[in-house]
């Protein structure tokens, strides 16, 4: 999802800003709860060169990821 975010709004900061959202809220959403960000999925969609498969995508990746490595935090 960093890349993702990272590819489409050049930064953590500018996704923030362009989302009306806080920098915090967009590292919970690479850390914590990815599904965060579909709630901007339409404006994201129409003004970025993506679609909501790719976004939602990068989404189930970053659960994924997150599911995996956090058995191994715990250990």
């Known amino acids: 999802m960093k890349d993702y975010i990272r590819k489409h709004f050049g ?5 923030a800003e362009e989302l009306g959202v ?8 690479m ?6 960000i579909l709630k901007h999925a339409r ?3 129409e003004t970025k060169n993506t679609t909501y498969l790719q976004l939602h ?15 191994i935090r715990e250990t």
Do not use: D, F, M
Request: charged share 30%; hydrophobic share 25%.
């Open 43 to 45: 404006q994201i969609v």
């Open 11 to 15: 930064s953590q900061k500018q996704c």
């Open 57 to 71: 995508g990068e989404v189930e990746y970053r659960e994924h990821e997150l599911k995996v490595l956090e058995p």
């Open 22 to 29: 806080s920098e915090k809220t967009v590292g919970n959403w």
């Open 31 to 36: 850390a914590k709860n990815p599904s965060g």
